[in-house]
């Protein structure tokens, strides 16, 4: 993962990446992905920002509005963000333009993605924190539940055709991180099935 330029202060948001989701894998199924719909041109500071260069990992093109998709944003300083490489690999990021705080972009599969655990890499205690995860098929209306007191906001989605009848929704969801040694137990819940343990300790 790259951090991007910008003040190291407790503003700063980390997209967490598992050690299954750094790390791309190839195969026959490999094609290009495109989204069916572009980014709006109100994103185009979001493009902006994560062109420059130094601010991606070296697998990480830079993203255009017709291939960035938007999970969160406020519209102004504040983004969560994905583009798809191919159908195998993906790229995101949170941008956080506020205080001049700069952000995270992140790499790997997206089947690592499904599977991993988004963890933050040493953001203080109070620090607003916000992660990039997949889950399989087309999934709607996730929820986090446990510590919801910790939560920020509700979860945002957008389920992309990885062809072939392959679905996948990423997802974004923010928390502020708990005092250290606490232990902050969280689930991503879709409405059936098995919830995603996304628990940590300060």
């Known amino acids: 993962m790259n951090r991007m330029p910008g003040a190291l202060g407790a503003a700063v948001l980390l997209v967490?990446?598992?050690?299954?989701?750094?790390?791309?894998?190839?195969?026959?199924?490999?094609?290009k992905v495109a989204l069916?719909?572009?980014?709006?041109?109100?994103?185009?500071?979001?493009?902006?920002?994560?062109?420059?260069?130094?601010v991606r990992p070296e697998q990480c093109p830079a993203p255009t509005l017709s291939t960035?998709?938007?999970?969160?944003?406020?519209?102004?300083?504040?983004?969560?963000?994905?583009?798809?490489?191919?159908?195998?690999?993906a790229c995101w990021a949170a941008v956080d333009l506020a205080d001049d705080a700069g952000g995270t972009v992140g790499f790997g599969s997206i089947e690592g993605m499904t599977v991993g655990q988004p963890m933050p890499s040493g953001p203080p205690?109070?620090?607003?924190?916000?992660?990039?995860?997949a889950f399989h098929g087309r999934v709607a209306d996730i929820r986090a539940t446990g510590a919801t007191d910790h939560v920020l906001g509700p979860?945002?989605?957008?389920?992309?055709?990885l062809g072939?009848?392959?679905?996948?929704?990423?997802?974004?969801?923010?928390?502020?991180?708990?005092?250290?040694?606490?232990?902050?137990?969280?689930?991503?819940?879709?409405?059936?099935?098995?919830?995603r343990d996304v628990s940590m300790t300060g």
Not at 16 to 31: K, V
Not at 40 to 53: G, H, K, M, N, T
Not at 125 to 133: I, M
């Open 164 to 195: 072939g009848g392959k679905l996948v929704t990423f997802v974004s969801y923010g928390i502020r991180i708990p005092e250290q040694g606490e232990i902050l137990t969280l689930y991503l819940c879709p409405p059936t099935g098995d919830c």
């Open 155 to 161: 979860v945002h989605s957008r389920t992309v055709d």
């Open 36 to 54: 069916p719909e572009p980014a709006p041109p109100s994103a185009q500071w979001i493009v902006d920002r994560l062109s420059r260069e130094g």
């Open 125 to 133: 205690p109070g620090t607003e924190w916000y992660a990039v995860t």
């Open 16 to 31: 967490a990446a598992t050690a299954c989701g750094l790390i791309g894998s190839g195969g026959p199924d490999r094609h």
């Open 68 to 89: 960035l998709a938007v999970l969160d944003t406020d519209g102004r300083t504040r983004a969560e963000v994905f583009w798809l490489i191919d159908s195998i690999d």
